[in-house]
Structure formats: C-alpha cells, structure tokens
C-alpha cells in the first residue's frame, strides 16, 4: 500500500510540474503573436497615415494649380483691357477680373487651411513611425527572452519527463495499464489526493468501504469524476 500510495503521489507531482512547463512553454509563442499583432498594427496605422499624408498634399497641389491657372487669366484678361473696343466689353472684363479674384481670395485660404492639414498629418505620420519602432524593438525583445527561455524550460521538462518515466516504471502491472489509460487522457486531472473521506478532485464523498479500499492500497476511481485517487502522506 504504502509503495502503491507514494508512487500515486509522486507521480501526481511529477504530472502537474509538466503542465506547468509545458504551459509556459506555450506562452512564448503566444506572447510572441501578441507582440507581432501589435507590430501589424502599427504598420497599418502608419500606411494609412501616409496615404492620408498623400492625399493631403495632391489635394494641396490640385487647389495650387487652380490658383495659377486664375492668375495667368487674371493676368490675359487684364491685357485685354487696353484692347476693349466698347465700355461694355471693358466692364465684363472688369467683372471677370473681379470675380476670379475674389475666387483666388477663397482657393488662397483653402490653401493655407491645406497646408496646416498636411503639417497635422506630418506629425500624425512621424508618431506612428514612432509607435512602430518601439513595437518592432518590443517584438525582437520579446522574441529574444522568449527563445531564452525556452532553452531553459525545454532542459527542464526534459528532466522531468525523465523523472516521470521513472516513476512510472515503479508502478506494479495490475496498475499500468489503469493508470496509463486516464494519464494519457487527463494528465494532471487523472489523479486526485484524498481529502478526508472527500475526492480531491471533485468534493465527492465517498464510503467508508471505499476509504478503508484505499489504505489497503486498492487501485480506486471516484465514480464521480473519474480521478484516480490515492492517500494524502
């Protein structure tokens, strides 16, 4: 009983200390997508940050190129004052001028506003270069501890996988094959320590037939839950 009892309880150990490694080993390549999902991000954001900054600026060139093509008319029309024939011709000149000046006046301001934009979103492009660079540094920092530590991490599960195989090999036959079934299925979960006449597993309580079962060193399943359970030390 008592070599039964303490090989349960050994390998119980041993089975948590793997799920343990084995999940932290998981967590490396997860931390790594985290930090290359923000890496994406930060290189969408700048991309439609340029292309807001493009925009910008034909939009700036377009209201430009109007600007002159009205000036190098202001320019023709005035020339065709001193030719006018009529005072009529002369005054519809006269408004045309006008008018194409006070439309200049407008494109002028809406060049300005224009050209304040393309400084706003300038320092919106600057910023998110800056954003992707710190997440790029991130990236490679968390690439770097994470392949650090998983040297680490993959000597000691190596270890305790040795360990477990060793305790594994103490079991006696009539158990193995029990054992092995629910191990391979469940883990750590397979097995469960008595809690006073409870499963540590699932609270279950159970008889006083099946507690005296388990001092003898009975292999014992909680018809509840389904753990292999053994003696506390």
């Not at 660079?133 to 040297?151: C, G, I, L, P, Y």
Request: net charge negative.
């Amino acid at each position: 009983m008592a070599l039964t009892t303490k090989s349960l309880r050994t390998l119980h150990r041993i089975h948590i200390q793997r799920e343990d490694l084995n999940d932290r080993l998981s967590q490396g390549p997860r931390q790594i997508g985290h930090s290359q999902t923000a890496v994406n991000l930060a290189k969408q954001q700048l991309a439609a940050a340029k292309d807001d900054l493009q925009k910008a600026r034909l939009a700036a060139d377009e209201k430009q190129m109007q600007l002159r093509q009205r000036e190098m008319r202001i320019e023709d029309l005035t020339a065709k004052l001193n030719a006018c024939s009529s005072n009529r011709e002369f005054q519809t000149l006269k408004e045309q001028i006008a008018a194409d000046r006070q439309a200049n006046a407008v494109l002028e301001d809406e060049i300005f506003e224009a050209l304040e934009r393309i400084d706003g979103v300038q320092a919106a492009v600057a910023t998110r270069q800056a954003e992707l660079d710190a997440n790029e540094q991130e990236f490679a920092r968390v690439s770097d501890n994470v392949a650090t530590q998983k040297q680490g991490l993959d000597a000691e599960l190596a270890r305790v996988e040795a360990e477990l195989a060793a305790a594994e090999a103490e079991l006696p036959e009539d158990m193995i094959i029990e054992y092995r079934r629910v191990s391979n299925a469940r883990g750590a979960d397979a097995l469960a320590e008595v809690n006073g006449q409870f499963c540590g597993g699932c609270s279950e309580r159970f008889t006083i037939q099946t507690l005296n079962e388990l001092l003898l060193g009975t292999l014992m399943f909680c018809k509840r839950c389904g753990c292999l359970m053994y003696m506390p030390e």
